[in-house]
T-cell receptor
Framework: DAKTTQPPSMDCAEGRAANLPCNHS???????VYWYRQIHSQGPQYIIH???NNETNEMASLIITEDRKSSTLILPHATLRDTAVYYC??????????FGAGTRLTVKP | GAVVSQHPSRVICKSGTSVKIECRSL??????MFWYRQFPKQSLMLMAT?????????EQGVEKDKFLINHASLTLSTLTVTSAHPEDSSFYIC???????????FGSGTRLTVV
């Protein structure tokens, strides 16, 4: 029973912004939106998370819609090293971190 | 930042033998650790959750007698794959939750090949 829906794959040109969407229409009020990424044969790497407000850190920006039913992860200037599978996860502080299928982002030169 | 060390990074074992994988939180105390399994081209599947000093909670379909989990201290959890078979070949990943921040940090994974 997936809580999030993401496109299976996306391409992005090197140096351009990568915008990865995530639908979470059944999100509850106390659930956060987390983004992780997994580069081939490595463990997942934390990117960013948010509850209601947009968030930005050194890696990415997270834009959450006002109704919180969807969000977008933005990598402002994608590089070849950003090629990975990106996972959008919704959870509250009591639930476990469970992964969906994710989006396979390929950054092309 | 928080670091989780997982060892070994890859292991090959013979069918019928047991393999132990270690997961250590290096600079924080992890009251809860998690073990995942990932088959090729698939997502991570949660196998079990372990709290320090208590028995692990296994996901439905995961055999607790085959995948032994020990979380004896706040910085170490181990997963032992007993009587391994080729179908147990997979990428095993641990994660640790830092109590003070509720942040999750993942290990680098262990690629197990059973021959």
């Amino acid at each position: 029973d997936a809580k999030t829906t993401q496109p299976p794959s996306m391409d992005c040109a090197e140096g351009r912004a990568a915008n990865l969407p995530c639908n979470h229409s059944t999100i509850s009020g106390n659930e956060y939106v987390y983004w992780y990424r997994q580069i081939h044969s490595q463990g997942p790497q934390y990117i960013i998370h948010g509850l209601k407000n947009n968030e930005t850190n050194e890696m990415a920006s997270l834009i959450i819609t006002e109704d919180r039913k969807s969000s977008t992860l933005i990598l402002p200037h994608a590089t070849l090293r950003d090629t990975a599978v990106y996972y959008c996860i919704v959870k509250d502080n009591n639930n476990d971190m469970r992964f969906g299928a994710g989006t396979r982002l390929t950054v092309k030169p | 930042g928080a670091v989780v060390s997982q060892h070994p990074s890859r292991v090959i074992c013979k069918s019928g033998t047991s393999v132990k994988i270690e997961c250590r939180s290096l600079d924080f105390q992890a009251t809860t650790m998690f073990w995942y399994r990932q088959f090729p081209k698939q997502s991570l599947m949660l196998m079990a959750t372990s709290n320090e000093g208590s028995k692990a909670t296994y996901e439905q379909g995961v055999e607790k007698d085959k995948f032994l989990i020990n979380h004896a201290s706040l910085t170490l959890s181990t997963l032992t794959v007993t009587s391994a078979h080729p179908e147990d070949s997979s990428f095993y990943i641990c994660s640790a939750r830092q109590a003070s921040t509720n942040g999750y940090t993942f290990g680098s994974g262990t690629r197990l090949t059973v021959v």
